[in-house]
């Protein structure tokens, strides 16, 4: 307490800078969301997290939804991008899942606490509902891979595609209810562990050994 | 407006009887937990949404926060019996990891707003951490299903059980984000296609033929 007089705040210290850039403030507001939900997380509370002035944060940004987008731009901008070049491959409708899958547990991993504000969202303003319709078309696109793929044959056809979708993208969400960046698991490793439950199932690959004991 | 003075209310127009018990009180409030948040959800607001005097809602729960616990109870109870039936079964490890995602579906679809409400606990009570706790307990059984079944041989072991049991129990809890029960998948196909995926993957079974263009 009696020392903290002469403690520097730490954007003052940095000097010939203005202090935060707006991708560092979007990451120190986007852990608050994921803390304690967006509407209990007030503007003033994010400026004292960052030990700034709430005029300088208005400097960013107009808004707290402003924020918000922004943080969920991050995350739909990521699984978007990957689903263009998904479609975009010249590649088989069975590739074309794997890329698609591979690519959308990349983007979870790396943009994690963005993709699990965007998962939490319920449509309670437009900025929501707005991620909401961007998440439907996603999903959208995402059935007709994978119908793709059963027409081609390169996936079982005996279970209904939109179905399907969604207990492949069900396990995929997950990951960021438990995945944490620090754990053993490497990201290639998450990738193709994620593929081979999705395409193989857990059923004993065809002349591999059992697990050992330990 | 000018008529409500005439309206009367449901509960008083059921002769001889209290009212509402203390179920179905629990399922009002529960739908309102998970439309609006448990924080945000109000006594009054549970009161007035089942017609009821504030008065009255404390004739059968002590507080907003025994309602979540009893709310909780009706997800874990639900889970925690198919997990001591499944370990108590007779079977082999593979199919005892098949009995307990057959009963864990079953659970979430026949017990859906409890389980969703189960789901989004975040721990920011005595209540709230004593679920997660619960949970937390059930995963770690979980884990050694799958385990056992890996080292009896029964499905892969190249995958860590505990990223196949969180990855098997992510496609199961995501069906509280899109099931609806008047959906036209009955609970039966549902509880295969989960199993079929879980354990063969998407991959084409042997011997099957390509899915038809419609």
Known sequence: MDASVVEVPAVVARRGRPGYDQR???????????????DATSVAAIAEK?????????HHFNSKEEILRLA???????LESTLRDSLAADVSGGERLTLVLRGAVTVLVERLPYVTLLLR?????????AALE??????????????AAQVEGSIRGDIDAGVASRLLFGMVNSIVEWYRPTGKQGLNDLVEQVITVALQGLRVAPGSPPASRE
Not at 50 to 58: E, F, G, I, N, W
Not at 72 to 78: C, F, S, T, V, W
Request: no cysteine.
């Open 134 to 147: 961007r998440r439907r078309a996603f999903d959208h696109e995402l059935i007709g891979i994978v119908r």
């Open 72 to 78: 969920l731009d991050e995350a739909l901008i990521g």
């Open 121 to 129: 969202v319920r449509g309670n303003s437009d900025v929501e509902r």
């Open 24 to 38: 560092q403030i979007l990451a120190v507001a986007v852990d608050l969301f994921n803390e304690q939900g967006y």
């Open 50 to 58: 960052l030990r700034l002035a709430k005029s300088a944060l208005y």
